[in-house]
């Protein structure tokens, strides 16, 4: 896929993400797609990080991962060629360099004989694109960062990473505006301070990295055509460092004894673990050896679900 921009707060460095980011030995990490796998269902949590169970690619989370790709790439190109057009013919070589990439996601269309569901699979792709083009003016923009690993460590030793998908910086001011882009649709009302959680865990970061509290934080959802908004403050970012301790205690306390409970949601329907899970009749497998070191070292993960997507 498209090289990664690197900042940690380390190093200082910057680089691509096919180097070693900043290994840290004994600090422990967290990034804001298991945050949220624990915080929904500390049992999938534990599927993912712990077990590192694989998990087969899904047509949502494999199209959210062509779109991103495509609106990353739309900002290499000269401002006057970024347009609807142009955009809708980057897919089909996005779809082509991630199958070379990761021949798995060719699985997604092994029974495709006419390659008709493909076409659609695409056509869909093709919509979400076009989409962001009645939300935003890419020849006006001209981001800072596009996909930006960040990583910083906390003062208890939790080390937060994760990737930015835009960073924008006001030219007049130096203003930061963090944006990340989702293919479903955005939640309902209420539910959106959830949503803007991952928001605030990157928004943490850079004011680490950056000693500037981000100016605007916006979610933009391509399913339903739709941005969301919130402009945060010291407070807030202060409130999301405690909730991330909180929930690293959590986490640390469930690896400590063993207990990993499922709790079952309507996000069951997207999780690939059923028949392993107590909810559903299923036996977890036995814990793997080193489970607190496992815990300790997640691995950055690509976009594997919903919540990602
Ligand atoms: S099926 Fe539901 S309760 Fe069970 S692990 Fe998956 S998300 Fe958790």
Redesign the pocket.
């Known amino acids: 896929m498209t090289a990664r921009t690197t900042i940690d707060s380390e190093s200082g460095s910057r680089g691509t993400d096919d180097a070693n980011p900043g290994a840290l030995p004994g600090a422990f990490t967290l990034s804001p797609s298991r945050a949220a796998d624990f915080m929904?269902?500390p049992?999938?949590y534990r599927?993912r990080t712990i077990d590192r169970l694989p998990e087969p690619p899904s047509p949502e989370a494999t199209r959210g991962t062509i779109v991103h790709a495509v609106l990353e790439r739309l900002f290499e190109l000269p401002a006057e060629q970024r347009t609807p057009e142009h955009a809708a013919t980057m897919i089909r070589p996005e779809w082509d360099r991630l199958l070379e990439a990761e021949p798995a996601v060719g699985e997604l269309f092994s029974d495709d004989a006419d390659g008709s569901a493909m076409a659609t699979w695409l056509r869909s792709a093709e919509d979400l694109v076009l989409r962001y083009f009645t939300l935003e003016n890419p020849q006006v923009l001209e981001p800072a960062e596009r996909e930006l690993y960040v990583e910083t460590t906390l003062d208890s030793g939790l080390r937060l990473r994760g990737y930015v998908d835009r960073l924008d910086r006001a030219a007049a001011t130096g203003e930061l505006r963090v944006v990340d882009y989702k293919t479903g649709r955005a939640p309902r009302e209420g539910f959106e301070q959830r949503a803007m959680f991952q928001m605030r865990f990157y928004a943490l970061v850079l004011w680490r990295l950056y000693g500037q509290v981000p100016r605007l934080l916006q979610l933009i959802y391509l399913g339903s055509s739709e941005i969301l908004r919130y402009e945060p403050d010291e407070a807030d970012l202060r409130a999301t460092e405690r909730k991330l301790a909180a929930l690293w205690q959590a986490i640390r306390r469930a690896t400590d004894n063993r207990d990993w409970r499922?709790?079952?949601?309507r996000?069951?329907d997207w999780?690939n673990?059923?028949a392993?899970?107590?909810?559903?009749g299923g036996t977890p497998p036995p814990l793997p050896e080193a489970t607190a070191d496992t815990a300790a070292d997640e691995a950055p993960s690509p976009r594997t679900s919903p919540v990602d997507a």
């Open positions: 929904t269902c049992l999938l599927f499922p709790s079952p949601s996000l069951c999780c673990h059923q392993l899970c107590p909810a559903y």
